[in-house]
């Protein structure tokens, strides 16, 4: 990352503010306060059960804090729903994989399109002139999305028969199709080899680079987070322990402990 | 595939035009015996267009709802009310606005799937069935307050001709399938499709690319509703030639569920194969029962083993074939071809690997 970029970091896009969030008596998240600048990539770690994933669906509205805000492109958002956050643009991909599984490649990436679909379902059973324009305008997205990827041997293939590996890539692919200015990537490399990690690497990093993409990320691989990302922010046991660059973050004691343990 | 016309590629034209020449030309010229077209042909194609409507909701959103005959009550008194009642509109005016009215139905008693999903939503939606047979029974004024339980439907009128042999309303049956058919398949195949089957796989990732739920869920109910709404108008008026409640029961609810699931969830020719399936297969153990054993087996058995083989074939199909004949029949054509590999064929398989 020694070469110019083209889209420079800029203000910050999406703020997360005094985040509390708990199940019964569980508490997930406390407190929790970072932000995320434009065009950076952000990476969230910390061990397990640290809260990690519990932080995006809050900031996705999947999960509703107790307490604290989400501002998103300047605004504090009330009543955050996945549906809405989406029309504000920012898409996600999921820990667990939440591909469409009957449905083709490219049709779980064209229902990424679903923003930039005007027409409705008269029109479309109508297939009036302008239904034909938007699906071309859609499909030709799709394809360009499909080729940047590299997946264009098994783009008829349904998701469901592919490899673990392939159906992250494929779930990358759908998020990058809404043309979101910000992706939350739920751990996009767990269960890969050192390749397939490698590969998504690139990906993440000439999506963030080619098209300027905010990318915030979760990821258990420490060398791969210290490799990519512009800002870390560690959480553990639901609290901020450590925020700043790679190298602040390495050198952080409370961050060592944590990942090392501490002598009693 | 690349589509040739709209969105149907050089194969569907094909098999349309297949369809098209033998149910306009090859059945009418060949079959003449009026018993095929009253009791097999025009209830077939009243009884698919009405699982096409189950296929739009369960077979495509995903959605498990048991009241299709309740929006085929819908659809028929409202026919019979509004030739009655407003005869300005004509008989596709009336269709059309029946249809339409089913789908109000559907639209009400689509929002109890926001909240519920699965069994439980079965459960909720068997309300539509039951409540509006209910209201048809309760008030006169649907029935035009006739006594005697049973109306005689009113003789079907187009453009100032009368369609009332069953050839003629087997052919205004077919017209109106086969435009609903093809807009199903439009909407299936576009983006309305995409969304449905989207919530259908996997409704949180849905919602996160900005599909709502609850407009694409009760637009699902709503398309279904008039789908099985428009069914029914036809089913009473060509078919069943009078209107009582009771022809609309759970049990017609449940034969539409079956013909949806064993002709193959999600598939648009499933429909019809289901449809085909579940009416000609009495008929044809009837002529087995007569023919073979010359009547020594009682009818009332015959019905009976129906019964024991529809419930075994449904146990067979859910573990071997979740998706049906339409899966199954895809799955012959496709081991035919591996068999016999023609030219083009080989050529698709060279292409696929590099």
């Not at chain 1, 952000?42 to 805000?69: D, E, F, H, V, W």
């Not at chain 2, 016309?5 to 009026?34: H, Q, R």
């Not at chain 2, 969304?195 to 637009?219: C, P």
């Not at chain 2, 949806?260 to 029962?289: E, Y």
Request: net charge positive; with cysteine; charged share 20%.
């Amino acid at each position: 990352m020694t070469q110019e970029r083209k889209f420079k970091i800029g203000k910050p896009i999406l703020e997360v503010k005094n985040i509390s969030l708990s199940f019964g008596g569980v508490k997930a998240i406390t407190d929790t306060s970072f932000d995320v600048l434009e065009h950076e990539v952000r990476a969230i770690i910390g061990p397990n059960g640290a809260g990690k994933s519990s932080m995006l669906n809050c900031i996705n509205g999947i999960y509703k804090p107790q307490q604290g805000t989400v501002s998103f492109k300047g605004k504090e958002i009330t009543n955050i729903t996945p549906n809405l956050m989406a029309q504000m643009g920012l898409s996600r991909t999921f820990q667990n994989l939440a591909l469409f599984k009957r449905m083709s490649v490219l049709d779980n990436i064209l229902v990424g399109r679903k923003l930039h679909t005007k027409t409705n379902f008269l029109e479309v059973a109508f297939q009036l002139p302008k239904v034909k324009k938007e699906e071309k305008i859609n499909r030709e997205r799709s394809e360009e999305i499909i080729s940047f990827l590299e997946i264009e041997n098994i783009k008829n293939t349904p998701v469901g028969k592919l490899p673990y590996g392939l159906q992250k890539k494929v779930e990358l692919g759908r998020a990058l199709a809404t043309d979101s200015s910000v992706i939350l990537l739920d751990e996009p490399m767990a269960g890969m080899n050192v390749e397939e990690k490698r590969d998504m690497c690139r990906f993440i990093l000439k999506v963030n680079d080619e098209l300027g993409t905010t990318m915030v990320l979760i990821e258990h691989d420490m060398g791969v987070v210290m490799d990519i990302s512009d800002r870390v922010v560690v959480l553990d046991y639901g609290k901020v322990i450590g925020d700043g660059t790679p190298d602040e973050v390495r050198s952080n004691q409370k961050v060592i402990d944590a990942y090392l343990g501490v002598e009693h | 595939m690349k589509p040739v016309f709209m969105t149907y590629t050089k194969k569907d034209l094909i098999n349309l035009a297949v369809c098209m020449v033998l149910s306009v030309l090859v059945i009418p010229t060949f079959i003449t015996t009026e018993y095929w077209y009253t009791s097999i042909l025009i209830p077939w194609l009243c009884l698919a267009l009405a699982t096409i409507g189950q296929q739009i909701v369960m077979g495509y959103t995903g959605q498990l709802a048991l009241g299709a005959a309740g929006f085929m009550a819908a659809g028929a008194f409202a026919m019979f009310n509004l030739i009655l009642r407003v005869p300005d509109l004509g008989f596709v005016g009336s269709l059309i606005v029946s249809g339409l009215i089913a789908a109000a139905f559907g639209i009400l008693f689509g929002l109890p799937s926001l909240k519920v999903r699965g069994i439980y939503l079965m459960v909720a939606t068997l309300a539509s069935q039951f409540f509006i047979i209910w209201m048809i029974d309760k008030f006169g004024w649907f029935k035009n307050y006739d006594s005697s339980g049973i109306i005689t439907a009113q003789d079907i009128v187009i453009l100032g001709k009368p369609f009332t042999t069953p050839l003629a309303m087997y052919f205004v049956c077919l017209a109106v399938t086969t435009v609903l058919t093809l807009l199903a398949m439009n909407m299936a195949r576009g983006s309305t499709g995409r969304n449905w089957m989207a919530v259908r796989d996997m409704d949180i990732a849905a919602e996160s690319m900005g599909v709502s739920l609850l407009r694409t869920k009760v637009q699902a109910f709503a398309i279904s509703a008039f789908y099985c709404g428009v069914a029914g108008a036809l089913f009473a008026f060509c078919y069943l030639k009078s209107l009582e409640p009771v022809a609309f029961d759970i049990k017609l609810s449940f034969k539409i569920l079956f013909m949806c699931i064993l002709g193959g969830l999600g598939t648009i020719n499933g429909a019809f194969i289901g449809a085909a399936f579940i009416l000609l297969f009495p008929v044809l153990l009837n002529a087995i029962g007569n023919n073979v054993f010359h009547g020594a087996i009682d009818a009332t058995i015959i019905s009976s083993i129906e019964q024991v083989i529809f419930g075994g074939l449904m146990i067979i199909f859910m573990i071997y074939e979740p998706l049906g004949m339409a899966k199954l029949w895809e799955n012959i054509k496709q081991k035919w071809k591996t068999k016999i590999p023609s030219s083009t064929n080989i050529k698709s398989s060279l292409s696929k690997k590099t």
